[in-house]
């Protein structure tokens, strides 16, 4: 098992690490936006954790069989904090990384957009669970700023079917039981089969496929660097396990790169 007090004499080997890497690629969860007001999932204050109901907004096979399901969705949709959630050091500390030519690909399962808002390229930047800041029509595919629906959910329809289709419209992240999208997949697959270090950031890491990637990186001879508050099932094969809060460790870690 790795050391996993996140002290300096760890924090310095970690960024003596990346210093040294060649192809750095960093995988963040829900736990990196939570110093943003964005609950995460299954954190001591997640969405789930409170009220495992909630689950079902966010499983497509619900979605789509219950109109009372999506109308639940929109209306917390209206209220959601990603909107205006700003970055934070965690967010920040990953686009100085970037400056400092040291981060290759950014993977995020997040879909608040934060990481770009932050100023990390959006060429580096692959959402593997897609975005909330656009819909998706489900039967016809289309496309577009999600304020579009927004407003109509504000203006009084509880269920804005697609305007193209008369479809379901959702936004346009990935639903559990749903497909991710296979290019998308495939660009995260080949980052994390380049890697030399993987460092995943504010995941439970036990939602796949995204949680195979650290694996991935591992058997191509990777080092595995962990930073979470609690305990992942990859802790026991990772290099370093930093178990503190991310807007601390982190830019600890980046300004010493
Ligand atoms: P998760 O909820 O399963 O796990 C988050 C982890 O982060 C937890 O283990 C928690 O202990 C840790 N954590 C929370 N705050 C932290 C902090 N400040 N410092 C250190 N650790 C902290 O999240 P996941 O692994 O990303 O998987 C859940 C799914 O939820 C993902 O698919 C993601 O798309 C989605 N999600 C996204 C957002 C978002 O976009 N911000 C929010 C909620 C859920």
Do not use: C, D, N, Y
């Given at each position: 098992m790795a050391d996993i007090s996140p002290d300096t004499e760890l924090i310095e080997r970690v960024a003596e690490w990346i210093r040294g890497a060649q192809h750095v690629v960093v995988m963040t969860g829900a736990?990196?936006?939570t110093e943003a007001g964005i609950p995460d999932f299954r954190g001591p204050?997640?969405?789930?954790t409170k009220n495992p109901g909630a689950e079902r907004t966010a499983t497509l096979q619900y979605y789509l069989s219950d109109r009372e399901v999506r109308v639940r969705?929109?209306?917390n949709r209206l209220e959601s904090?990603?909107?205006?959630?700003?970055p934070n050091a965690g967010h920040y500390a990953l686009v100085e990384l970037e400056k400092k030519g040291?981060?290759?690909?950014?993977?995020t399962q997040n879909v608040d957009g934060l990481h770009q808002k932050a100023g990390s390229s959006p060429e580096r930047v692959i959402e593997i669970h897609g975005t909330v800041h656009e819909y998706m029509c489900m039967g016809c595919g289309d496309r577009g700023p999600i304020e579009v629906v927004l407003e109509r959910?504000?203006?009084g329809e509880e269920d804005p079917p697609c305007r193209k289709c008369g479809g379901i419209l959702k936004t346009a992240t990935i639903s559990f039981g749903q497909n991710l999208d296979p290019d998308v997949l495939e660009r995260s697959y080949r980052a994390a089969q380049r890697a030399d270090l993987f460092m995943?950031?504010?995941t439970s890491l036990v939602v796949y496929p995204a949680a195979y990637l650290p694996g991935m990186a591992l058997e191509n001879g990777a080092r595995l660097v962990i930073i979470n508050a609690e305990p992942t099932p990859y802790d026991d094969h990772a290099h370093a396990v930093l178990r503190g809060r991310i807007g601390e460790v982190l830019p600890a870690i980046v300004e010493r790169v």
């Open positions: 736990g990196i936006s204050q997640g969405i789930w969705a929109w209306r904090p990603m909107w205006h959630a700003e040291k981060l290759e690909t950014l993977i959910v504000r203006a995943a950031i504010g």
